[in-house]
């Protein structure tokens, strides 16, 4: 069982570069979140997405984007990345609205 | 806005202790709160949900309380193992919008063979 798969575990990026993080489900979950994962400050929302072809802004959408073209995958975008960005990212899905909540493995990615 | 705080930050314990961590949360309009295990470098393992509406959940000798009226959970872990080793989170689903999941940071515990 697959469960949420996250693609890369690792990226080490340069100031100013781009790149896209993958998240794919394969439990058919209609709700998908990207968090990331500091130290001091717990999970906090980035984007989430309450379907296919939605998206919408968490608590800290700033210097990312997302798109959920299909139902199974949920993709975190920098355009420009910068240090600030160094963190661990984390994508979860969910059935609905109030229902468990599952993760993946997380990405760790820095930014020098 | 839902604030989440989870007591203690640390904990350590010897090996057969009973221990208690503690989670609360600011606004009550709540779907459910769950509890989540994340082991170093890894992602977030459920534990236990509790519906607004239930009092607790029991898995093992895990059991997770909710009194969504003080807005407090507390997770009970029993006869600790140095397996059970692991930072702790507990998150709350609100009721309100899209109900996203708010987290605490986490109490992070240590037992000792």
């Known amino acids: 069982n697959a469960g949420v798969t996250q693609t890369p575990k690792f990226r080490v990026l340069k100031t100013g570069q781009s790149m896209t993080l993958l998240c794919a489900q394969d439990?058919?979950?209609?709700?998908m979140y990207w968090y990331r994962q500091d130290p001091g400050m717990g999970l906090r929302l980035i984007h989430y997405?309450?379907?296919?072809?939605?998206?919408a802004k968490g608590e800290v959408p700033d210097g990312y984007n997302v798109s959920r073209l299909k139902k199974q995958n949920f993709l975190l975008g920098l355009e420009s990345a910068a240090p600030s960005q160094t963190s661990v990212y984390f994508c979860?899905?969910?059935?609905?609205?109030?229902?468990?909540?599952?993760f993946g493995q997380g990405t760790r990615l820095t930014v020098v | 806005k839902q604030e989440v705080t989870q007591i203690p930050a640390a904990l350590s314990v010897p090996e057969g202790e009973n221990l208690v961590l503690n989670c609360s949360f600011t606004?009550?309009?709540?779907?459910?709160l769950q509890w989540f295990r994340q082991d170093p470098g890894k992602g977030l393992t459920s534990l236990l949900l509790?519906?607004?509406?239930?009092r607790e959940q029991t898995s093992g000798r895990l059991n997770a309380s909710l009194d969504k009226s003080s807005g407090r959970s507390t997770l009970y872990i029993a006869a600790s193992q140095p397996g059970d080793s692991a930072t702790y989170l507990c998150?709350?689903?609100?009721?309100?919008?899209?109900?996203?999941?708010?987290f605490g940071k986490g109490t992070m515990l240590l037992v000792s063979p």
């Open positions: 509790i519906q607004s509406s239930q």
């Open positions: 606004d009550s309009a709540i779907y459910n």
């Open positions: 998150a709350v689903r609100r009721l309100k919008g899209y109900s996203t999941l708010t």
């Open positions: 997405s309450v379907g296919e072809g939605t998206t």
């Open positions: 439990m058919n979950h209609e709700y």
């Open positions: 979860a899905s969910t059935p609905g609205r109030d229902t468990e909540a599952f």
